[in-house]
Nanobody
Framework: QVQLVESGGGLVQAGASLRLSCAAS????????MGWFRQAPGKDREFVAR????????VYTDSVKGRFTISRDNAKNTVYLQMNNLKPEDTALYYC???????????????????WGQGTQVTVSS
């Protein structure tokens, strides 16, 4: 099973940028679809973005389109989430996640997730 460790969160002002990283252990990362989810206090965990195993198919939730970019570096076993023009409503604990199956599109819902990271906090002040 893949182990995931997120980093890069922090406290920023509205309009700022952050880049989240998710480092994966194991030798199956390169054939695994990946995704980012987030959970704000008192809310359900929600999908943010996903990327398939060869970066040829990427999907974002509507609220982050044009501001967030998901990417991956299979040589470094790492997936990234570049977040620009951050808004207070982006405040949440951000999790990376793997697909349950190999060569997938990346998880789109919680039921599609094989493994979770521990999360990294992003706080955006107004």
């Amino acid at each position: 099973q893949v182990q995931l460790v997120e980093s890069g969160g922090g406290l920023v002002q509205a309009g700022a940028s952050l880049r989240l990283s998710c480092a994966a252990s194991g030798n199956t990362f390169s054939n695994c679809g990946m995704g980012w989810f987030r959970q704000a206090p008192g809310k359900d965990r929600e999908f943010v973005a996903r990327i398939n195993w060869r970066s040829s198919n990427i999907v974002y939730t509507d609220s982050v389109k044009g501001r967030f970019t998901i990417s991956r570096d299979n040589a470094k076993n790492t997936v990234y989430l570049q977040m620009n023009n951050l808004k207070p409503e982006d405040t949440a604990l951000y999790y990376c996640a793997t697909d349950k199956v190999a060569y997938g599109m990346g998880p789109r819902s919680i039921r599609d997730v094989g493994s979770w990271g521990q999360g990294t906090q992003v706080t955006v002040s107004s």
